[in-house]
């Protein structure tokens, strides 16, 4: 998928060709397939080509109307082509673009074309007649879309880093999503790293002209809407036909497809429906494994299922992909301080994929938030008057439960009204009580007023227990969205587009309106996933109990191999010396080694940003901060 870019000097002052030369040049691995722009007066469009689809290649973007009233930059991949053809009357031979149908979607239907729209979409339309730019991200926030809007100036573009690059919007530190970060809080949507500069919300349309701003959420989940079946067989033929669609839906691409392929259900899913759809050959699957640490290896799970699908399988040994591993190469966003601690895993794995010439990679990681609602399946069964199931199943599962947490908190207090738990909080105060905050510098919580922008949950859908609104609340966690802009400009640099079937809006859907025992059903996770693959690969590999986890890997990184680059980071910290973290507790941390709070969490959190913050600094010069 491509990068879109948009300027509007609402002013009234033209658009310079230098102002648009800088946000270009500061995403060059998002134009794989080259860019093109569009200029009049104050507004000025541009679009950075990655051509997946055979539409895409035979139209390039910014696209126009015949009238050239309308021009549209998208980011996109649409899901419901045929229907959107079949409504709006085009000629389907045509074999329109995905662009080409969201300008024809504004044509019939304005700006509430977006709720005729399922896929990834971010798009920026400037129409003429109406002198107003309108955009618009997807429900989940799948394509990237970041803004900056003041009084006379407008800038749109997928990435942060292309935003600041804009030679009038200053580059200063946002504190407060700094603080949020370090605590963990990813129910903001909108605070980037930079103050003033922001993302599009997910599921949010803009308008914005000369004079005015109008912004709307056009999509949310209906907390009311239930699927119940017979038997938990329905459930699974439900889900199963759901992911097939949504697999089939990413593999519209021209070239290769690879897949990052543990030994999860979720991945192994994907492989088998992507192999069963296309022709030989056009597969590949990608898998790090471990000969020196093999709590991290997974390769008796893979193996049957290469074996019963004849799938073109990479094994990449990964042993010396610890954490903090070659550092004078270690990958660094240039919007977002988070990093994955284990990245060069899912690097090894770009690195094969480009050497094999694919063109997509999918993955699987947010099925592990998809269905991971079920915790809260006590309290469903609760709500739903079902005593005597859960009765019958806490007995039955009694060995593997953990009586307060899963019973008490996921069960009784989880069955409560929202309503009730809203009133007990306001009892108790603000929730950064809540929350891990030894590690802040004393100051910071009062500096940026955090305690009042975290989350009440006001504007919510109204869910009838607790146990949904913490599945709604995962669901749409901001860390999904930001965290897959990091992994697309990372996969871009490879040439590489990026897609996860799972994060799809219909499965969302169905997720929140199953049983959550569908979910979970102790002491199995995922429960109806398991069912719809059940006979599609081995039983042991299927309802397979254990997890994996590549703690060992930061362990030895941090701990033994590169203990020393810690202590040369941790000399003199930014992340003190700019009052962001206690120098005293991250001393101690370091002292604490493999017994060190929250299995190393925090430190990381810290240790990334400092990081983080060293190159940003060398990237921007004295003028950063």
Same mark, same amino acid.
């Given at each position: 998928?491509?990068?879109?870019?948009?300027?509007?000097?609402?002013?009234?002052?033209?658009?310079?060709?230098?102002?648009?030369?800088?946000?270009?040049?500061?995403?060059?691995?998002?134009?794989?397939?080259?860019?093109?722009?569009?200029?009049?007066?104050?507004?000025?469009?541009?679009?950075?080509?990655?051509?997946?689809?055979?539409?895409?290649?035979?139209?390039?973007?910014?696209?126009?109307?015949?009238?050239?009233?309308?021009?549209?930059?998208?980011?996109?991949?649409?899901?419901?082509?045929?229907?959107?053809?079949?409504?709006?009357?085009?000629?389907?031979?045509?074999?329109?673009?995905?662009?080409?149908?969201?300008?024809?979607?504004?044509?019939?239907?304005?700006?509430?074309?977006?709720?005729?729209?399922?896929?990834?979409?971010?798009?920026?339309?400037?129409?003429?007649?109406?002198?107003?730019?309108?955009?618009?991200?997807?429900?989940?926030?799948?394509?990237?879309?970041?803004?900056?809007?003041?009084?006379? @100036?407008?800038?749109?573009?997928?990435?942060?880093?292309?935003?600041?690059?804009?030679?009038?919007?200053?580059?200063?530190?946002?504190?407060?999503?700094?603080?949020?970060?370090?605590?963990?809080?990813?129910?903001?949507? $909108?605070?980037?790293?930079?103050?003033?500069?922001?993302?599009?919300?997910?599921?949010?349309? +803009?308008?914005?002209?000369?004079?005015?701003?109008?912004?709307?959420?056009?999509?949310?989940?209906?907390?009311?809407?239930?699927?119940?079946?017979?038997?938990?067989?329905?459930?699974?033929?439900?889900?199963?036909?759901?992911?097939?669609?949504?697999?089939?839906?990413?593999?519209?691409?021209?070239?290769?497809?690879?897949?990052? #392929?543990?030994?999860?259900?979720?991945?192994?899913?994907?492989?088998?429906?992507?192999?069963?759809?296309?022709?030989?050959?056009?597969?590949?699957?990608?898998?790090?494994?471990?000969?020196?640490?093999?709590?991290?290896?997974?390769?008796?799970?893979?193996?049957?299922?290469?074996?019963?699908?004849? @799938?073109?399988?990479?094994?990449?040994?990964?042993?010396?992909?610890?954490?903090?591993?070659?550092?004078?190469?270690?990958?660094?966003?240039?919007?977002?301080?988070?990093?994955?601690?284990?990245?060069?895993?899912?690097?090894?794995?770009?690195?094969?994929?480009?050497?094999?010439?694919?063109?997509?990679?999918?993955?699987?990681?947010?099925?592990?938030?998809? +269905?991971?609602?079920?915790?809260?399946?006590?309290?469903? @069964?609760?709500?739903?008057?079902?005593?005597?199931? +859960?009765?019958?199943?806490?007995?039955?599962?009694?060995?593997?439960?953990?009586?307060?947490?899963?019973?008490?908190?996921?069960?009784?207090?989880?069955?409560?009204?929202?309503?009730?738990?809203?009133?007990?909080?306001?009892?108790?105060?603000?929730?950064?009580?809540?929350?891990?905050?030894?590690? +802040?510098?004393?100051?910071?919580?009062?500096?940026?007023?955090?305690?009042?922008?975290?989350?009440?949950?006001?504007?919510?859908?109204?869910?009838?227990?607790?146990?949904?609104?913490?599945?709604?609340?995962?669901?749409?966690?901001?860390?999904?969205?930001?965290?897959?802009?990091?992994?697309?400009?990372?996969?871009?640099?490879?040439?590489?587009?990026?897609?996860?079937?799972?994060?799809?809006?219909?499965?969302?859907?169905?997720?929140?309106?199953?049983?959550? $025992?569908?979910? #979970?059903?102790?002491?199995?996770?995922?429960?109806?996933?398991?069912?719809?693959?059940?006979?599609?690969?081995?039983?042991?590999?299927?309802?397979?109990?254990?997890?994996?986890?590549?703690?060992?890997?930061?362990?030895?990184?941090?701990?033994?191999? $590169?203990?020393?680059?810690?202590?040369?980071?941790?000399?003199?910290?930014?992340?003190?010396?700019?009052?962001?973290?206690?120098?005293?507790?991250?001393?101690? $941390?370091?002292?604490?080694?493999?017994?060190?709070?929250?299995?190393?969490?925090?430190?990381?959190?810290?240790?990334?940003?400092?990081?983080?913050?060293?190159?940003?600094?060398?990237?921007?010069?004295?003028?950063?901060?």
């Amino acid at each position: 998928m491509s990068a879109i870019v948009a300027i509007f000097q609402r002013h009234g002052q033209p658009v310079t060709t230098a102002a648009m030369d800088a946000l270009l040049a500061a995403a060059p691995h998002r134009a794989v397939d080259g860019q093109d722009t569009w200029y009049q007066g104050p507004v000025a469009l541009a679009h950075q080509h990655f051509d997946l689809t055979p539409e895409g290649h035979a139209a390039p973007q910014p696209v126009r109307n015949p009238a050239g009233t309308l021009t549209l930059t998208a980011d996109v991949r649409l899901d419901n082509r045929a229907e959107l053809i079949r409504t709006l009357g085009l000629d389907p031979a045509g074999q329109p673009s995905d662009a080409a149908l969201i300008l024809a979607a504004y044509t019939r239907w304005g700006t509430a074309c977006v709720t005729h729209l399922l896929g990834d979409f971010a798009f920026a339309l400037w129409d003429d007649s109406q002198q107003h730019l309108f955009i618009a991200r997807d429900p989940l926030g799948c394509a990237d879309l970041a803004c900056y809007l003041d009084e006379q @100036l407008c800038v749109i573009a997928s990435e942060v880093n292309q935003v600041i690059a804009h030679p009038a919007i200053p580059r200063r530190l946002n504190d407060l999503k700094i603080a949020m970060i370090l605590v963990s809080w990813w129910h903001d949507h $909108e605070q980037t790293v930079f103050e003033n500069v922001y993302y599009v919300p997910p599921a949010h349309a +803009l308008v914005i002209t000369a004079g005015s701003v109008r912004r709307w959420r056009y999509w949310d989940i209906d907390p009311g809407r239930r699927l119940r079946y017979k038997n938990d067989d329905e459930y699974a033929d439900h889900l199963r036909e759901l992911i097939t669609s949504a697999v089939r839906d990413r593999l519209r691409v021209t070239g290769r497809v690879g897949i990052s #392929m543990s030994g999860g259900i979720d991945s192994l899913t994907m492989a088998i429906l992507a192999t069963e759809q296309l022709p030989p050959g056009r597969v590949d699957t990608f898998t790090y494994v471990f000969d020196q640490f093999p709590e991290c290896d997974e390769r008796a799970y893979i193996r049957p299922v290469v074996d019963q699908y004849n @799938l073109n399988a990479h094994f990449l040994l990964s042993d010396h992909r610890w954490t903090l591993s070659d550092f004078a190469t270690w990958p660094v966003s240039p919007d977002f301080p988070v990093a994955d601690a284990f990245v060069r895993l899912p690097l090894a794995v770009a690195d094969a994929a480009r050497a094999n010439n694919c063109q997509l990679l999918l993955n699987g990681h947010y099925a592990d938030i998809l +269905l991971a609602g079920g915790r809260g399946w006590p309290a469903d @069964l609760l709500r739903r008057g079902h005593w005597g199931t +859960l009765t019958r199943r806490l007995w039955q599962q009694r060995a593997h439960l953990h009586w307060r947490h899963d019973v008490l908190d996921w069960g009784l207090q989880a069955a409560l009204p929202p309503a009730v738990l809203r009133l007990r909080r306001l009892r108790q105060g603000r929730p950064l009580r809540h929350l891990y905050t030894a590690h +802040l510098a004393p100051d910071l919580p009062q500096r940026t007023r955090l305690g009042d922008y975290l989350d009440t949950g006001a504007g919510r859908p109204a869910f009838d227990s607790l146990a949904r609104l913490r599945q709604y609340n995962h669901l749409l966690l901001a860390a999904t969205a930001q965290g897959r802009a990091v992994a697309r400009q990372r996969y871009h640099a490879y040439g590489l587009a990026y897609a996860d079937p799972f994060l799809d809006r219909r499965l969302v859907e169905f997720a929140v309106a199953v049983p959550l $025992e569908q979910l #979970m059903r102790p002491p199995h996770t995922k429960y109806v996933l398991r069912r719809a693959m059940t006979g599609h690969m081995p039983d042991h590999v299927v309802w397979r109990r254990d997890k994996t986890t590549f703690r060992r890997l930061i362990q030895v990184g941090l701990l033994d191999k $590169e203990r020393d680059k810690v202590r040369q980071l941790l000399t003199h910290p930014r992340i003190v010396e700019m009052g962001y973290v206690s120098a005293a507790w991250l001393q101690q $941390e370091l002292m604490n080694g493999s017994s060190w709070h929250g299995d190393g969490y925090q430190f990381w959190l810290c240790l990334a940003l400092e990081i983080w913050l060293r190159h940003r600094a060398h990237c921007a010069g004295p003028a950063f901060g």
